[in-house]
T-cell receptor
């Protein structure tokens, strides 16, 4: 079974731009969660989607948004990029909700904002 | 808001020595998960603990969830070089509160051969 895939793997943007990241979950998984990982703040939960509905949202500004499609693939969008948005963005999929089932993480997208 | 403190931040051990990392939550947790992340890699799920006082073992790894469901620990017996990585805990709040995961900052394990 193929694992979680994320595209692109690396991205360089400038302040003020916007970016869209993509995540394809393991086949059959209905939940996709997004996380931001930085050396300063560690791993932080962004949001979780289950069957195309946002279930939970972390403490991030509205510039961070996401969606999930009927095939469970998910996208995350960050608008008006700031330098502090430079991070590794990880998505994870699970069969059920993230708090109850094993989460499988993708390799991440490394975003650099200049 | 919910906070999860994890100590120590780093741990150097000689191969064969034991290792323990601890997580403490400011609030009662519904459940806690443990992950391992190798350098340059992504987090890999290790285990989930749900019940008060629960103890689970995976070969040389022992996971505990406190009676009050506010703390947890991971103990590795006789470390090997393959155990190198950062170990994270992630605590989920109680339903009705903020049921989102809060991660500890992780403990980086360095094993010297």
């Amino acid at each position: 079974k193929a694992g979680v895939t994320q595209t692109p793997r690396y991205l360089i943007k400038t302040r003020g731009q916007q970016v869209t990241l993509s995540c394809s979950p393991i086949s059959g998984h209905r939940s996709v969660s997004w996380y931001q990982q930085t050396p300063g703040q560690g791993l932080q939960f962004l949001f979780e989607y289950f069957s195309e509905t946002q279930r939970n949202k972390g403490n991030f500004p509205g510039r961070f948004s996401g969606r999930q499609f009927s095939n469970s693939r998910s996208e995350m969008n960050v608008s008006t990029l700031e330098l502090g948005d430079s991070a590794l963005y990880l998505c994870a999929s699970s069969l059920g909700t993230s708090g109850t089932d094993t989460q499988y993480f993708g390799p991440g997208t490394r975003l650099t904002v200049l | 808001g919910q906070q999860v403190m994890q100590i120590p931040q780093y741990q150097h051990v000689q191969e064969g020595e034991d290792f323990t990392t601890y997580c403490n939550s400011s609030t009662t947790l519904s459940n806690i998960q443990w992950y391992k992340q190798r350098p340059g890699g992504h987090p890999v799920f290790l285990i989930q603990l749900v019940k008060s006082g629960e103890v689970k073992k995976q070969k040389r790894l022992t996971f505990q969830f406190g009676e009050a469901k506010k703390n947890s620990s991971l103990h590795i017996t006789a470390t090997q070089t393959t155990d190198v990585g950062t170990y994270f805990c992630a605590g989920w709040g109680l339903p009705g509160g903020s049921y989102i995961p809060t991660f500890g900052r992780g403990t980086s394990l360095i094993v010297h051969p």
